[in-house]
């Protein structure tokens, strides 16, 4: 009587395939082809030029983990550091002391500082007043402080204390330099429940019936030391200073989240001491990218949210016209889950980890949005199935709360739909 094995047969001297040693073999094949790429990987960030290219194609494949490898091409692809190595040096240091520069006069300098007026004080109400643009200052900080303390509160990451706080606030008792004054201390937690951010249609600010949402707010840390989120906090509000057109809007907090998490979490000791001032500028040049989609008077404009919508449901029915047909003849419109996948560059819809891994190819695009509708448009098509049999409530919860899907599934799936545009 024959015994058959899934693999393979005992009868005669035909070898019998065990399921562990068909594992093992696998499992090396992998382990060798995964160290192919982190040398392809480290020779591509070693050369003395560095070929964008090749960057860009095997980041979107997703970066290796360890060595820095991540913090530092993202640097690269958000403009940050040049392809020419032997300019980095300079262009760090430039860049680290102008940052330093910005904090102490934008943030830690006092209106009696800064003020050329004598008699200018509190209850100044000329415009002109310093103390005017401090309070006004104050109120955008309320929004920013609220938000920042409930960032990805998956993770303990942002409560804990960063290993190098910033010097010019937290004070070094060593060379004389006073601490001064933490940003959270100029709000306290009841004004921050008063507070409330108006926007025009369905927006960022949407972001209160996220699925994301801490049990509580996190806590400052003792004196002398400083939590991530306070130092995100200090980028933001700088960032909303320097650019007084268009300011904090909620939803920031989400895009500098992932930038700074990753330089922030760098084994080398030399990068990681200047994340904060490398975060600001990597997130600057890509909000340059991307700032039309916080300013609500653009939200109808060629480069705004609206027209990014549009630009999605136009590639959706052209690659699949029953998914555009069946939302259509359910009422649901791409405000209701896309605005907050687009503004947001997808980064409320997965974890962290998947996030890292979907920014490594969405970074790769210097156009900050023709990847991105492809990107979305592969999620709609990878539940097109349950789209196509499930009712309106059903599709809207599934929308905006997105099901658990491999990424490089998606991110496969986009790559085919750009190859195709």
Same mark, same amino acid.
């Given at each position: 009587?024959?015994?058959?094995? &899934?693999?393979?047969?005992?009868?005669?001297? #035909?070898? !019998?395939?065990?399921?562990?040693?068909?594992?093992?073999?696998?499992? $090396?094949?992998?382990?060798?082809?995964?160290?192919?790429?982190?040398?392809?990987?480290?020779?591509?960030?070693?050369?003395?030029?560095?070929?964008?290219?090749?960057?860009?194609?095997?980041?979107?494949?997703?970066?290796?983990?360890?060595?820095?490898?991540? $913090?530092?091409?993202?640097?690269?692809?958000?403009?940050?550091?040049?392809?020419? &190595?032997?300019?980095?040096?300079? *262009?760090?240091?430039?860049?680290?002391?102008?940052?330093?520069?910005?904090?102490?006069?934008?943030?830690?300098?006092?209106?009696?500082?800064?003020?050329? *007026?004598?008699?200018?004080?509190?209850?100044?109400?000329?415009?002109?007043?310093?103390?005017?643009?401090?309070?006004?200052?104050?109120?955008?900080?309320?929004?920013?402080?609220?938000?920042?303390?409930?960032?990805?509160?998956?993770?303990?990451?942002?409560?804990?204390?960063?290993?190098?706080?910033?010097?010019?606030?937290?004070?070094?008792?060593?060379?004389?330099?006073? $601490?001064?004054?933490?940003?959270?201390?100029?709000?306290?937690?009841?004004?921050?429940?008063?507070?409330?951010?108006?926007?025009?249609?369905?927006?960022?600010?949407?972001? +209160?019936?996220? #699925?994301? &949402?801490?049990?509580?707010?996190?806590?400052? %840390?003792?004196?002398?030391?400083?939590?991530?989120?306070?130092? !995100?906090?200090?980028?933001?509000?700088?960032?909303?200073?320097? @650019?007084?057109?268009?300011?904090?809007?909620?939803?920031?907090?989400?895009?500098?989240?992932?930038?700074?998490?990753?330089? +922030?979490?760098?084994?080398?000791?030399?990068?990681?001491?200047?994340?904060?001032?490398?975060?600001?500028?990597?997130?600057?040049?890509?909000?340059?990218?991307?700032?039309?989609?916080?300013? #609500?008077?653009?939200?109808?404009?060629?480069?705004?949210?609206?027209?990014?919508?549009?630009?999605?449901?136009?590639?959706?029915?052209?690659?699949?016209?029953?998914?555009?047909?069946?939302?259509?003849?359910?009422?649901?419109?791409?405000?209701?889950?896309?605005?907050?996948? %687009?503004?947001?560059?997808?980064?409320?819809?997965?974890?962290?980890?998947?996030?890292?891994?979907?920014?490594?190819?969405?970074?790769?695009?210097?156009?900050?949005?023709?990847?991105?509708?492809?990107?979305?448009?592969?999620?709609?098509?990878?539940?097109?199935?349950?789209?196509?049999? @499930?009712?309106?409530?059903?599709?809207?919860?599934?929308?905006?709360?997105?099901?658990?899907?491999?990424?490089?599934?998606?991110?496969?799936?986009?790559?085919?739909?750009?190859?195709?545009?």
């Amino acid at each position: 009587m024959c015994s058959h094995s &899934r693999y393979g047969s005992t009868i005669g001297t #035909k070898p !019998v395939f065990k399921t562990t040693e068909i594992g093992s073999t696998v499992s $090396a094949d992998m382990a060798a082809r995964h160290q192919q790429r982190v040398a392809q990987f480290d020779k591509c960030l070693d050369s003395e030029v560095i070929d964008l290219l090749v960057l860009r194609e095997q980041s979107y494949r997703g970066i290796p983990e360890g060595g820095g490898r991540r $913090a530092t091409a993202w640097r690269i692809l958000l403009g940050f550091l040049p392809v020419k &190595r032997k300019l980095w040096g300079e *262009v760090c240091q430039s860049k680290r002391e102008l940052y330093i520069q910005l904090v102490e006069e934008m943030i830690i300098a006092t209106p009696e500082a800064n003020s050329p *007026v004598i008699e200018d004080h509190p209850l100044n109400l000329n415009p002109a007043s310093n103390w005017q643009s401090f309070f006004k200052d104050n109120e955008v900080l309320l929004q920013i402080d609220k938000d920042v303390r409930r960032l990805c509160p998956d993770l303990t990451f942002f409560q804990q204390a960063t290993t190098f706080p910033n010097q010019v606030v937290v004070g070094d008792p060593s060379c004389g330099v006073p $601490a001064q004054e933490k940003l959270h201390a100029r709000v306290t937690q009841a004004q921050l429940q008063a507070q409330t951010v108006e926007r025009k249609g369905v927006g960022p600010s949407t972001l +209160a019936t996220s #699925k994301k &949402r801490a049990a509580e707010d996190y806590a400052p %840390l003792e004196k002398g030391q400083e939590a991530h989120w306070e130092v !995100v906090e200090r980028m933001l509000f700088l960032y909303a200073k320097l @650019n007084p057109g268009q300011g904090y809007v909620q939803g920031m907090n989400e895009i500098i989240g992932p930038i700074y998490y990753v330089l +922030a979490s760098d084994s080398r000791l030399e990068w990681k001491e200047y994340a904060e001032a490398d975060c600001f500028f990597c997130f600057t040049n890509l909000m340059s990218d991307i700032r039309d989609f916080f300013i #609500k008077t653009l939200d109808d404009s060629s480069t705004g949210i609206q027209a990014m919508m549009v630009r999605l449901n136009n590639r959706l029915t052209e690659v699949d016209q029953a998914v555009a047909s069946k939302l259509e003849d359910q009422g649901i419109k791409m405000q209701y889950f896309a605005f907050r996948w %687009l503004s947001l560059l997808l980064s409320q819809e997965f974890d962290l980890p998947d996030v890292l891994s979907l920014w490594d190819a969405l970074l790769t695009d210097d156009t900050r949005s023709n990847l991105l509708i492809n990107v979305c448009t592969a999620m709609l098509f990878l539940v097109r199935d349950n789209l196509l049999n @499930n009712d309106f409530a059903s599709n809207m919860k599934m929308l905006q709360n997105y099901p658990l899907i491999d990424m490089s599934l998606i991110l496969g799936k986009a790559k085919e739909l750009s190859n195709n545009s």
